[in-house]
């Protein structure tokens, strides 16, 4: 029997992909938790894990108390059958290197922020938020958590 060796190459800069937030957020026990809590909040669609403004900004606010660092935010509008993304509402705090500063309270604040300020409201389709003309539906939020500190 011969040994077969794999060699993956991996590039330096991986291209943010939905199977990635997927992965993680289906696993991930806040987001269990509130979709238990708040059903009617919380829509499935292409295999993430999307809450609405007031429950994403319960689950950081619970990641924070559970020292869990918040990796990154996505806003989009659903509709019944499409899903919009706010190209403009990106946020990765994956790559964020911060001396002196702990991970999981600076994200966390940094998503709320977010969440209780510029991202409150829906955002407005057109080129400010680099958004479809013709988006619409339900504004949503998916939120990646990391899965250890």
Sequence with gaps: MTAVRVRWRVPRRLPATRWTVSCLAAMHPLLQDAERRHPESVVHRGGEI???VGVATEVVSDAQRQ???VLGLEAVLI???DTFPA???IADFSRTTRHGTDLADWSAAQALSLLNGAWKQPPIPGEQEQLAFDAHGR???AIVL???E
């Design 87 to 89: 190209l403009s509402r």
């Design 79 to 81: 509709s019944d059958a």
């Design 139 to 141: 504004y949503m939020v």
């Design 67 to 69: 020292h869990i660092p």
């Design 50 to 52: 999307f809450l609405s």
């Design 146 to 148: 990391s899965s250890v």
